[in-house]
């Protein structure tokens, strides 16, 4: 008999401790739409605005380029040995040296390819990458094969400046990696 009084005192305890429970946020939520105001009874008037967008005529310089527009970047191009920055506790200077950009085909505003680079450990990478242009004619974005992303400004019918960075891994002996360099169609022979 006293196992079932506890038995009974317990539960009844735990269910009124459920009931203030609810109460609290019973209480909670109408104090909260008292304070933000959604038992008004007084009707609001909401105005609505429009704005007028004005309609223009794109000129020539505005233009967006089309595909026939792109520059054709297909073929070889080299770099300048150029210098770029390791990142990992500390910032740290690294020699570049050569790279070299393949451009294998290239359709309208996508252009696909490969490159060829020295690693620190003295091994060739050989990446696969490929390259959209903006609209604007001149700046490709490319991303490789491991995740480096490019932005390349075409600054001359042979020449390419390009700001690359990477997140790290083997080609960048785990550390985080940004640089610049200028590259240059290699002419056919």
């Not at 005192?9 to 401790?17: A, G, L, S």
């Not at 073929?75 to 500390?90: C, F, H, K, P, R």
């Not at 390259?131 to 001359?156: C, E, L």
Request: hydrophobic residues 40%.
């Amino acid at each position: 008999m006293e196992k079932e009084i506890i038995y009974w005192y317990n539960r009844i305890t735990e269910d009124m401790k459920s009931f203030q429970i609810s109460i609290l946020l019973f209480a909670i939520l109408i104090v909260t739409l008292f304070v933000a105001g959604c038992t008004s009874s007084t009707p609001q008037t909401v105005l609505l605005t429009t704005t007028q967008v004005p309609t223009t005529t794109a000129s020539p310089g505005n233009a967006l380029a089309s595909m026939t527009e792109y520059p054709n970047i297909t073929g070889v191009w080299i770099s300048d040995g150029e210098a770029g920055y390791y990142l990992n506790t500390t910032i740290q200077p690294v020699a570049i040296g050569k790279n070299t950009w393949i451009f294998t085909s290239q359709h309208g505003h996508i252009a696909e390819g490969y490159k060829v680079f020295k690693q620190p450990d003295g091994t060739y990478a050989n990446q696969t990458l490929v390259g959209i242009f903006d609209p604007d004619g001149k700046s490709v974005y490319m991303i490789d094969q491991p995740g480096g992303w490019a932005k390349g400004t075409i600054v001359g019918p042979d020449t390419m400046f390009l700001v690359l960075t990477h997140i790290g891994g083997k080609d960048t002996g785990g550390n985080a990696f940004a640089m610049t360099m200028t590259f240059h169609r290699q002419k056919s022979q």
